[in-house]
Structure formats: C-alpha cells, structure tokens
C-alpha cells in the first residue's frame, strides 16, 4: 500500500510521440480525450485505488516573502521556466509495478487523429508515515 | 461510548447472522448499517445488551435488504421464521473462518487489510478510508470488490494463518496514527485470534507487537521528530506491557515452533530488557538475527544484523557485513551512515547520510537523516 503522484506537464517532459497541441485537435478528439481522462478515474474509483485528480491552469503567480511589515513580493509567470504541471493523479495501489501499469495507461489516452499520445507522466512516491518495527 | 467495546462484539453478530443462514456478503452489510446505527444510538446511553441490540438490528437490516431482493424473497423469509435456533450461536471457530476470509490468499494486501478491519474489526468504512488517508468512496469500492473476491471462497481445510498474521502485521506496522488507533485495534485483534488459533507464530506476533507499542511514547519527541531507539527515555517504555509481551514470547518459543514473528519478537524483548544501549545483550541479538534471516529473506533482516554485528563486535564488522549486501536495498545508506560514523569516517558518513535522506520513504525518516547530516557537517565545518 503506498500512494503515487502521477504528474501530467505542460512543459519540462520529454516530447510526446503524438505531439500536437490540444487546440490543433478536432473538437471530437478533445472530447474523446477528456472522455478517456474521467473513465480512467472512474475505474480506479471502482478499484479502490483512486485518491485524487486536480487539473491546474497554465499560468501562475511566484510570491515570496518581502522582510516584515512589507507585502509578499509576487512576479511572473516566468515564461521561461522549464517546468509547467498541467494536473495530477494521485493513486493509491499495492506496488510500484501497478503504479506503472496505471501510468502507462493514462498515457496512453487519445490524441490528434485519435491515436494515443504517448505522453510522458512522472511517477512520483508520496512520502508516507514511518512503520512502527524497524528493527 | 465505548467503540473498542462495539468493535469487540462485530465477528459474533457476524457469526451469529451467518448461523441463521445469512450469506457473507449480505451479512457484513447489515453488520456495518447495524454498527453504525449503534454508533449514533448507543452515543447517549448504551443498552442493557450491546450484543443482542446488535443481532436484532443486523438481522432487521438483513431482512429488509432481503425482501428487497425478490429473487432471494422465499429463501430469505423462511430463514427469518426462525431467528433463534440452537444452531445460531457461532463458535471460535466461526470467528478464525471469518479472519481467514477477510485475509484469504486471492486479496491484495491492501484489500486483505481493508476487509479485515471492517468484518473482523468492526471499524466503520469511513474510519478505515481516515486512517489510510484514501476518499470513503474508494475504500467502499475495494472492502465491495474485496468481499465479491471472497464471497464464494470456500474453507474446507485449515485457512492459510500466515496471510491472516501478514495482515495483522501490516494493520500494525503501517498504521497511520489518526483518530483510529491502528497499532492499538491490531493488538486487539491478534489477541482475539490468539483466543481461537493456539498457534506460537499468532502468540509471537501478539508479543512483538507488545513490545513495540510499548515503546510508542518514546519514539518521537513531542514535535513529532523520530528518537532512534538508541536514544529513546527508557522511563518511558510500558513496563506492563513488556512484561506481557514477554510473558507470551516465553510460553510460544517453549513449543520449540520457532518462526519469524517469535524471532523478530526476541529481538524486541532484547531490547526491552537493557536499561540502557549500552547493557543491550548485542551478540544475543545477532544470534537471532542469524535465526532470523533462516526464517525470512527479507533484505531488512540483513540490514539489521549488519548494524547488530556493528554493535556487538565492532563497526568495522559491521561495515565487513553490509559489504555483502545489494546497495540498492532500501535504507542501505542510512545504515552504511550509521557505521561510518561509530567508525570515526564522519565525512563519508555525513554524505551517506544525505544520500539516504533523499531516499527515505517517510517524512520522519528523511527529517532524522536529514538533521544527521547536518548535525555532521556542522561539526566538520565548525
């Protein structure tokens, strides 16, 4: 039993094999996709392994800290950082190989011309509570 | 209101709704209505009798779901007729069926852990989805697929005890410290299987499991730091509980059955017994762990012994032992940092130890090893 974080990117993964943009698709290819994206979830409902999914707008603001008294300093969208997360998936499952599995088949959700995208998920390890017995 | 009290009644009013004729599947579900209805009635005052207020309940809740169920209508009426039969009262071993099915070898271990903690534990679904931090609709959805996996799961022999001591030991060891006290709820549930299955692995991992929740008010600071047992207030371990952990590993291990959960419960008792790291009996331990790994091929087994041999023999030694590992087993690192430094190799070990913090699997771990790192490069750069 451990909980994964599927990562989806905008930017900062390596190129899909069906690499179009959403907004060169037809409207029927989006709509199969997003039809693929909510039938995964429902599955994994189904499976018990489902904890969460959250999409994110593409644009954001960084803010920091200006010294005391001051307000917090904000900037951005820094259009050129590398790295934009578009949503994620969380998971929870009984090994890292279903983990896998489930990625892989959300990458393999539609795109441009139907085909699947082939896109590049980071699979990332949810640090969890520390087990009782250790030694 | 008493809910380990309620728990504690949960596998005979499941028994008993069995006994009348009740499948599994629809018996666990009137079970749990009933167990949550009790939870809300029971709230102001509790019944003259908490079991028999359960049974009627749980048998109303089956019933009505049964006459729900046209294709069941007539068999399920004819078993309502006679609610009271002699038959009804289920026996102990109506009790170790039921944790052989929730643990029955065709389950994951996550849907083992789930199921069991529900029919045998008597939490509600809501609790188990809290204490495992997952939304109360997935847990529904695998203790639902979880229960149509065993339903039709039939016990002719023996169950298989060792899935049922693995899920108990997981509910144990991975137990999320929420409202639910899951180290707490595993102790009561292998003490009610050591009633029912005389078995020394079941009396073992009752006293292993003893022996370290007897430690639990040492083992992180009241900021929520871990202590390393090296450096746990002694004071503060559960003296009652050692003594009970140990009482039991005694009378299991003069059975002369020896098995993993008494071997690692010998360990325990070791420490348990030296007032300080310094009285701990090292080389006994690393004679159990040598029983140990003849009883177990998990890596951690290894890892352990290595620090072991480091302790009663020196770290040299204990280097010498790791040495024959795969460093790619989890907590390599942290245990290759802990040797460097008894070994005076502080440079290597404050960059062991980094390295391992960037592999911990928790967020305790990972702070420890992250402030030992620290703790060493402060003094190199100092």
């Known amino acids: 039993m451990a909980k994964y974080l599927m990562l989806k990117h905008y930017r900062g993964a390596p190129a899909a094999v069906n690499d179009v943009p959403m907004d060169q698709w037809t409207p029927n290819e989006v709509s199969a996709h997003m039809r693929y994206m909510s039938d995964f979830a429902t599955r994994l409902q189904e499976t018990g392994e489902f904890v969460d999914s959250q999409a994110l707008a593409a644009e954001g603001t960084f803010v920091r800290y200006d010294g005391a008294g001051n307000p917090p300093v904000t900037d951005g969208p820094f259009l050129e950082t590398k790295d934009l997360i578009a949503g994620w998936m969380v998971i929870d499952v009984d090994s890292y190989e279903r983990a896998i599995e489930l990625a892989g088949e959300l990458s393999a959700a539609p795109g441009a011309g139907g085909k699947p995208i082939h896109e590049w998920l980071e699979v990332r390890p949810l640090l969890a509570v520390p087990p009782t017995i250790t030694e | ?382």
């Open chain 2, 1 to 382: 209101m008493d809910e380990a009290l309620i728990r504690s009644l949960i596998p005979d009013v499941l028994g008993i709704l069995r006994r009348r004729g009740a499948d599994f599947m629809a018996a666990e579900d009137a079970v749990q209505e009933a167990l949550i209805e009790a939870i809300r009635a029971w709230s102001t005052e509790l019944p003259q009798d908490p079991k028999g207020w359960l049974v009627t309940v749980a048998w109303r809740k089956f019933v009505d779901s049964a006459r729900a169920d046209t294709a069941r209508h007539r068999r399920e009426e004819r078993l309502a007729d006679d609610p009271n039969s002699p038959s009804a009262t289920p026996t102990a071993d109506d009790t170790l069926q039921l944790y052989f099915r929730c643990a029955h070898p065709s389950l994951t271990p996550s849907s083992a852990v789930a199921l069991t903690l529900r029919a045998v534990g008597g939490l509600t679904t809501r609790q188990i989805a809290e204490a495992y931090l997952v939304p109360e609709a997935t847990m529904a959805q695998r203790i639902s697929r979880a229960k149509r996996t065993v339903a039709g799961a039939r016990f002719d022999q023996t169950g298989d005890l060792a899935t049922v001591l693995r899920v108990l030991y997981l509910v144990f060891n991975e137990g999320y410290s929420g409202d639910i006290d899951l180290a707490a709820e595993a102790i009561r549930l292998t003490r009610q299987l050591a009633d029912v299955a005389d078995h020394p692995e079941v009396a073992g991992l009752l006293a292993l499991m003893l022996l370290h929740h007897a430690r639990r008010a040492s083992r992180m600071t009241s900021t929520g730091s871990l202590v390393p047992l090296a450096e746990q207030d002694r004071t503060k371990w559960d003296t009652s509980s050692i003594a009970e952990g140990v009482a039991i590993l005694q009378s299991a291990l003069r059975r002369d059955r020896l098995g993993e959960f008494q071997a690692q419960a010998a360990i325990a008792a070791l420490h348990a017994d030296a007032r300080t790291t310094a009285e701990t009996d090292w080389p006994q331990i690393v004679e159990w762990y040598d029983e140990l790994a003849q009883l177990s091929d998990s890596p951690i087994v290894q890892l352990n012994r290595a620090v072991a041999v480091g302790e009663a023999t020196g770290p040299e030694a204990g280097l010498d032992a790791l040495g024959a590992l795969n460093e790619t087993l989890p907590r390599y690192a942290a245990v290759a940092a802990y040797l460097h430094e008894r070994a005076g190799q502080l440079t290597t070990a404050a960059r062991l130890y980094a390295e391992a913090a960037g592999k911990a699997t928790n967020i305790a771990e990972r702070n420890h090893l992250t402030r030992q790192a620290a703790r060493l490069n402060t003094d190199l750069l100092g």
